[in-house]
């Protein structure tokens, strides 16, 4: 089972919105709406930002928003911060043997 | 206040065994499905494997990389949940994190160091 496919990098400025993409295959993504999205500060605990494609969980800013379309699960930040600035990693349940993949992961730099 | 935290980490040698133990406290650990996840230097996150509640049959389930050499078991007694790992390679170096996926809410610990290496 590979890993899910993200951009390596992004970018924005503060107050700018920033879109970042998870393609996977009709195995993952495209067949589940288990789709999660995480927030990883270096040296901390991932922090679960979206679940189930576009739900947002207790407490989370509504500045992130998800989505999907067929085998890509898309995470929007809008209204950039400086605290923004982690990796983010996307989730999606498989069809495979294991279970989870997660994706390759993102830095979001805000410039 | 929820709380995961993970122990027994450290430095082993290829084909060398080491067991992690983490202590679930603030929620109800029993009732929960467990899994692990790891992150190997400069890498992403990686599912590890998962363990089902008893009602659920307590059952265990592992990614390709681990199957075989590593072992999820959990004492709901004790409120922890424990990952055995032997013939340890050098490509199994991650910090390891204890945490709820896939059930929520979702908690994750803030992990632990196994370095593997001679």
């Known amino acids: 089972q590979s890993a899910l496919t993200q951009p390596a990098s992004v970018s924005g400025s503060p107050g700018q919105s920033i879109t970042i993409s998870c393609t996977g295959t009709s195995s993952d993504v495209g067949r589940y709406n288990y789709v999660s999205w995480y927030q990883h500060h270096p040296g901390k605990a991932p922090k679960l930002i979206i679940y189930?494609?576009?739900n947002r969980p207790s407490g989370v800013s509504n500045r992130f928003s998800g989505s999907k379309s067929g085998n890509t699960a898309s995470l929007t930040i809008s209204g950039l911060q400086a605290e923004d600035e982690a990796d983010y990693y996307c989730r999606s349940d498989t069809s495979s043997s294991t279970l989870y993949v997660f994706g390759t992961g993102t830095k979001l730099t805000v410039l | 206040e929820v709380q995961l935290v993970e122990s027994g980490g450290g430095l082993v040698k290829p084909g060398g065994s080491l067991r992690l133990s983490c202590a679930a406290s603030g929620f109800s650990f029993s009732n929960g499905w467990m899994s692990w996840v790891r992150q190997a230097p400069g890498k992403g996150l990686e599912w590890v494997g998962r363990?089902?509640?008893?009602?659920?049959?307590?059952?265990?389930d592992y990614a390709a990389p681990v199957k075989g050499r590593f072992t999820i078991s959990r004492d709901d007694s004790k409120n922890r949940l424990y990952l055995q790992m032997n013939s340890l390679k050098t490509e199994d170096t991650a910090v390891y994190y204890c945490?709820?996926?896939?059930?929520?809410?979702?908690?994750w610990g803030q992990g632990i160091l196994v370095t593997v290496s001679s």
């Open positions: 189930e494609v576009s």
């Open positions: 363990i089902k509640n008893k009602a659920d049959g307590g059952t265990t």
């Open positions: 945490t709820t996926v896939p059930q929520r809410p979702e908690y």
